[in-house]
């Protein structure tokens, strides 16, 4: 049986059309839709269950990041979304190569509703977490580059 | 259609550093990618000028290729 498990190592993350990759330290998808309950009444001596329904869809990546203020880095890409409030494609992958079906590329629009640029102790290497709540659906693209 | 040039470090819609690419760029996103430092803009080149077509140089060709 194939076995198609990995570790991740070169995933890539896309921001607003921007490769972040090498600043990214670990990354979530996570796609979840509300539990609906449309338990109706049941007839006598039927034990009475919960009766669900998948609802509202709400998808989000999360992950946290390398702060940076260089020129063209981290920074400079994401202050401006937040401050602007734009919506922008993110765009997650596990491997460095084209989309395919055992390579596919999760995408959405989003905003970014929080920014903490500094995070840290002493000693620390700054790092930053980030959300981005997805305006719609994430969607799975398996073609393309 | 602009044509525009990887100028940070990062690729930017697939295209490596240092690349030139044509697209229509929504001007917000564009506006916001030139002032990170990822994009800038090239200038569209004067097209040249065709020179006329001598006589008989598509015969030459077709001799050529014969």
Known sequence: ????TFIIENGVVVIDGVDLSDHIQSCEVTMTQEDVDATVMVAAGTP???????????DMFSMTALS????GSLHATLFPLFRDKDVFTV????????????????EGSCI???????SGGVGELATMDLEFPVSGVIAERTTGT | MKT????????VDEH????TF?????PRREARLIRAGHLEVVPNAKPKKRKPAEPGAHKRTTEEGS
Do not use: C, H, Q
Request: charged content about 30%; hydrophobic content about 40%.
């Open chain 1, 1 to 4: 049986m194939a076995d198609g």
């Open chain 1, 48 to 58: 009475l269950g919960t009766i669900r329904r998948a609802g509202k869809r709400d």
């Open chain 1, 68 to 71: 940076d203020f260089a020129a």
């Open chain 1, 91 to 106: 765009e997650v992958r596990a491997f460095d190569e084209a989309a395919a079906v055992n390579n596919p590329v999760f």
């Open chain 1, 112 to 118: 970014l509703t929080s920014y903490a640029p500094i």
């Open chain 2, 4 to 11: 525009y040039r990887v100028v940070g470090g990062r690729k």
């Open chain 2, 16 to 19: 490596e550093p240092g690349t």
């Open chain 2, 22 to 26: 044509r697209a229509a760029i929504e």
